[in-house]
């Protein structure tokens, strides 16, 4: 299973995060989060690290130009589109970044809300369920009701859940959903962009003693 660390703004955390056994690394793009990284932030986070964990860069309702530029400067190999993205954007970002993981992310309002992400599939790599927030984009600590999203939500794509995912909570979680990854940031921080190694190595440990983690 996918594990994706987000909001990582400090070099040595980043370092010590894949090696605790993250296989992707998040960094938010987005200037009005306090876990904002600049381009030049996220080269120095990413350099150190292996070639099979991803590098995944966070953007919300941005132009495809400031997307490219970031890629293209930082490393990174992945993009998470985290904000009103329509199908035809992703299609227009796939054409101008063909080796990227294209991630788009639903902040989930109601079940009705899930059913647009079929309008995605030809458009993007992986879907990522994230809870709704009225004042933030992400980072919130919200949950999703994972047992109704069990009964609805079955993609024809791969999937990360997210939303207010802790390692106390993660086995819970992934009793009732069947996601392809998991995304986690606030629950393994001590303040917004410093994350809790401790909390971290808990997490890996928790996921690597349990039956309900496979693959
Ligand atoms: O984390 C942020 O500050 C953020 C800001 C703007 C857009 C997206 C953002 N985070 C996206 C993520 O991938 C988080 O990991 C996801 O929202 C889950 O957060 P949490 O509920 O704290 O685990």
Redesign the pocket.
């Known amino acids: 299973m996918r594990v994706k660390i987000?909001?990582i703004t400090q070099p040595q955390q980043s370092i010590a995060i894949a090696s605790l056994g993250a296989t992707a690394l998040?960094f938010?793009c987005?200037p009005d989060?306090?876990?904002y990284v600049t381009i030049a932030q996220i080269r120095t986070a990413i350099t150190p690290i292996p070639q099979n964990i991803d590098k995944i860069g966070?953007f919300?309702d941005t132009t495809i130009s400031e997307i490219s530029q970031v890629v293209t400067e930082s490393g990174l190999t992945g993009v998470?589109l985290?904000g009103e993205e329509t199908p035809e954007f992703c299609h227009q970002l796939r054409q101008s970044l063909p080796q990227v993981e294209i991630i788009k992310?639903f902040r989930v309002r109601s079940l009705e809300h899930l059913q647009t992400t079929g309008n995605y599939t030809d458009y993007v790599d992986t879907l990522?369920l994230?809870?709704y927030h009225p004042q933030?984009?992400?980072?919130?600590?919200?949950t999703l009701d994972w047992h109704k999203l069990n009964q609805e939500f079955s993609p024809s794509l791969p999937w990360f859940l997210?939303?207010?995912?802790t390692p106390d909570n993660i086995l819970t979680a992934l009793a009732q959903t069947k996601p392809n990854g998991i995304?986690?940031?606030?629950?393994v921080e001590h303040s917004?962009g410093d994350k809790n190694l401790a909390k971290v190595a808990l997490l890996f440990e928790r996921l690597a003693n349990s039956s309900v983690v496979s693959g």
Do not use: E, K, M, N
């Open positions: 987000c909001g998040g938010i987005v989060s306090p876990r966070v919300a998470q985290h992310a990522l994230d809870a933030q984009l992400g980072g919130t600590g919200q997210a939303g207010g995912l995304d986690l940031s606030s629950g917004p």
